[in-house]
């Protein structure tokens, strides 16, 4: 609703020069349209002390004193009513012509100036006669060129503290409504122009404006295009380095594994040369000529493949110390692993001979151990069996010894003495058995 107020800005943006002049010399210009105003149109616009004091009965009671606030309110109920009074001069059959910008002055304030500092009791006459600022009832929409009309003297009464009661009389306060072609109230502009040369600049200046953004975005593209790219090519070069450094390392760990188990194999084979080289010639001398090797598991015998040897100095001299130096020498004719495989073949018939042999002289051993065992064993029971019998014997030889001694011999004695002296026997045993009773 303010938008009804012109501002001396939006005249000075669209490079109009707004000067301001005395309302008498502002009334004697004609407009374009060629209607001029007269003087008494301009009174009779103008509102007067008596104008104000014929209409102050409404907003005081008698006998009291008008104060600031009432005189406010009874000057915008006046300038109201002035504002929606036709001219003395207005007709049915006269002209419609719209009020030019220029002859609309939005910079006189000096109303507010004369409500703050001037307009109290004891004004004089001049200052009631002061103009207050003009209003317009158009509004043109800058960007479709649309006017749209609006009750002008109902926007001054926006600001007043009018009651309720009186605001429902009036119908409210206006709405401001939207612009008929472009449906849109945020290009409204406060009186009555003509926005087409602003509309074509600004046409123009957009047409302008979108053929630099399309050269920006053109640019802009181009630009993000050679990021992406440039990103594109980073990427594939960090995808082909990965690459690079994944086979790397994958044939890293296959030689890792390949040379490991070369090493082992290298090594296994060292262990068994070793072997070989340390034992009896004659255990050589069998494995080389072993044709036949029974199976622990099963019992049946099963035939050995067959395996050479080096016979000369020079080659088992060359053997022990490198035995892959032999294999270059002769052209690895037969092949490493061919050779590998008959020392370890070799070594493993000596390994197994070896303890077939340990567990034959395990055998004759613990025979012969047994066999002593069992000589110490029967001695031992003989030796038992004799200090029982000796003491059997002994108890028997007591026994004998007993029994002759008290039957026999008596009885012998006295076979001898009666024999040499029975009167003397006689005597005794008679003596003997008297001390007995």
Known sequence: RSAAF?????????????????????????????????????????????????ELWRFVDEGHEASSNDLWRCIQYTARKKATALPSSFTRD????????????????????????QFRPGATEQDMQKPLFYLTPF????????????????????????????????????????????????????????????????????????????????????????????QLARAARTRQKCRYYLYHRCASIVESAARGRLGRRRARTFENLRYI???????????????????????????????????????????????????????????????????????????????YLITLIQALYRGIILRKCLEIYKYEIIRIREIRANSCFRIGTIWRGYVARKLRVPARIAQVLRRKRPEQYARERRGKRDRIR
Not at 105 to 110: F, Y
Not at 331 to 340: K, L, Q
């Open 94 to 117: 006269s002209e419609m012509h719209l009020v030019d910008q220029h002859m609309i002055d939005t910079t006189d304030r000096h109303l507010v100036k004369a409500f703050c500092e």
């Open 139 to 230: 509004i043109t929409c800058s960007k479709c060129n649309s006017i749209l009309f609006i009750d002008a003297a109902n926007a001054r009464c926006f600001g007043a503290p009018v009651p309720e009661s009186v605001r429902l009389k009036r119908g409210g306060n206006e709405t401001l409504a939207v612009c008929p072609g472009c449906a849109m109230t945020e290009d409204l502009q406060v009186g009555a122009h003509d926005f087409m040369e602003d509309i074509e600049d600004a046409r123009e200046a957009m047409a302008k404006e979108m053929k630099k953004r399309k050269r920006a975005a053109s640019l802009l593209i181009m630009v993000y295009r050679f990021y992406l790219r440039r």
């Open 277 to 355: 080289k340390h034992r009896h010639p004659i255990s050589l001398k069998k494995a080389l000529a072993q044709k036949f090797e029974v199976d622990k598991r099963t019992g049946e015998s099963k035939r050995l493949k067959k395996v050479f040897w080096y016979h000369t100095k020079v080659q088992l001299d060359c053997l022990y110390r490198d035995y892959f130096i032999l294999c270059q020498r002769t052209g690895f004719v037969p092949p490493r692993i061919i050779v590998e495989q008959n020392i370890e073949e070799i070594a493993r018939r000596i390994r197994v001979r070896e303890e």
């Open 6 to 54: 012109g501002t001396a800005r939006r005249g000075a943006r669209r490079g109009t020069r707004h000067t301001r002049q005395p309302p008498q010399q502002r009334a004697s210009q004609p407009s374009k349209k060629g209607c001029p105003t007269t003087p008494r149109d301009t009174v009779d616009n103008m509102i007067h002390a008596h104008d104000v004091e014929a």
